[in-house]
């Protein structure tokens, strides 16, 4: 996350957001780049905008704030803080009625607001806090290969405080309506890998949160810059050390390698 000398204006427009380098993304289950994000923020909000492709885009036919993410289009941010003095949330963001909302489901909030989420199959979930999120910002447009999505969250409303160097528990999804805007037909995220996450058939499963599958997010100061991964040159002498380990069952494996700060810096 970069701190911003000037908030960006939540117009749906990038431009803002060209010199933030740092750009992070979205994969689905192929392997495939579905969105890109970048993070801001400063005293007063978190800011994000999101690049999502798609080719049904901005469609969503929830007809309930709390039920955002079934019905649709949407984009989520999951957020907590490292030593769970703060409750985990999941801010959702998408079109709603005649134009957009931004709707907090927090399983426990000091503020009571209760939503039960029910199917027959899975029983249910009720969660202590699922609302409009007081004060945020959130504006969206159709472009050539999907759309753009921006978001201004307060940082009061989250019940969160940012700082230099302030690490939080993270996450970000991307829900993809079917062809007609009718339903959510897919789903991918950022860093949640599981058959819950996945899932767009259980609105039980769909709405619970994972902290224990999310990455991190770290305010920076200045930008940090993107992280490339660079191929090892062939002709080098370098020699590294055998990684070995038993699989339960017969299963593909995927290595990720990050530096100091967390940044991937390759994905063989």
Same mark, same amino acid.
């Given at each position: %996350?970069?701190?911003?000398?000037?908030?960006?204006?939540?117009?749906?427009?990038?431009?803002?957001?060209? #010199?933030?380098?740092?750009? #992070?993304? @979205?994969?689905?289950?192929?392997?495939?780049?579905?969105?890109?994000?970048?993070?801001?923020?400063?005293?007063?909000?978190?800011?994000?905008?999101?690049?999502?492709?798609?080719?049904?885009?901005?469609?969503?036919?929830?007809?309930? /704030?709390?039920?955002?993410?079934?019905?649709?289009?949407?984009?989520?941010?999951?957020?907590?803080?490292?030593?769970?003095?703060? &409750?985990?949330?999941?801010?959702?963001?998408?079109?709603?009625?005649?134009?957009?909302?931004? %709707? &907090? %489901?927090?399983?426990?909030?000091?503020?009571?607001? =209760?939503?039960?989420?029910?199917?027959?199959?899975?029983?249910?979930?009720?969660?202590?806090?699922?609302?409009?999120?007081?004060?945020?910002?959130?504006?969206?447009?159709?472009?050539?290969?999907?759309?753009?999505?921006?978001?201004?969250?307060?940082?009061?409303?989250?019940?969160?405080?940012?700082?230099?160097?302030? @690490?939080?528990?993270?996450?970000?999804?991307?829900?993809?309506?079917? =062809?007609?805007?009718? &339903?959510?037909?897919?789903?991918?995220?950022?860093?949640?890998?599981?058959?819950?996450?996945?899932?767009?058939?259980?609105?039980?499963?769909? &709405?619970?949160? #994972?902290?224990?599958?999310?990455?991190?997010?770290?305010?920076?100061?200045?930008?940090?810059?993107?992280? /490339?991964?660079?191929?090892?040159?062939?002709?080098?002498?370098?020699?590294?050390? =055998? @990684?070995?380990?038993?699989?339960?069952? =017969?299963?593909?494996?995927?290595?990720? /390698?990050?530096?100091?700060?967390?940044?991937?810096?390759?994905?063989?």
């Amino acid at each position: %996350m970069v701190r911003l000398a000037t908030p960006p204006v939540v117009d749906g427009d990038a431009g803002d957001w060209k #010199h933030v380098t740092a750009v #992070h993304e @979205i994969r689905d289950q192929r392997g495939e780049v579905v969105a890109r994000f970048r993070l801001g923020w400063d005293d007063q909000a978190c800011y994000a905008l999101f690049n999502v492709r798609d080719d049904s885009p901005l469609k969503n036919a929830a007809t309930a /704030i709390q039920e955002l993410f079934k019905g649709g289009d949407a984009v989520g941010l999951c957020l907590g803080t490292t030593d769970g003095s703060t &409750a985990n949330q999941r801010i959702v963001a998408g079109p709603f009625g005649a134009g957009f909302a931004v %709707m &907090a %489901m927090r399983p426990k909030w000091q503020k009571k607001s =209760p939503y039960r989420y029910f199917t027959s199959a899975s029983g249910e979930l009720v969660y202590e806090h699922v609302a409009e999120l007081a004060g945020a910002q959130v504006a969206a447009k159709a472009v050539g290969d999907g759309y753009v999505l921006e978001l201004a969250l307060p940082w009061k409303a989250l019940g969160l405080t940012p700082g230099a160097g302030t @690490i939080f528990t993270f996450d970000t999804q991307v829900v993809f309506s079917n =062809p007609g805007g009718t &339903a959510n037909a897919a789903t991918a995220w950022w860093r949640s890998v599981g058959a819950d996450t996945a899932s767009v058939w259980d609105i039980v499963a769909e &709405a619970r949160l #994972h902290p224990e599958l999310w990455g991190r997010a770290r305010c920076f100061v200045n930008d940090p810059g993107p992280r /490339i991964a660079v191929k090892a040159d062939a002709t080098s002498s370098a020699r590294g050390v =055998p @990684i070995s380990f038993e699989l339960p069952r =017969p299963a593909e494996v995927s290595l990720v /390698i990050k530096d100091a700060s967390g940044w991937v810096v390759a994905e063989p």
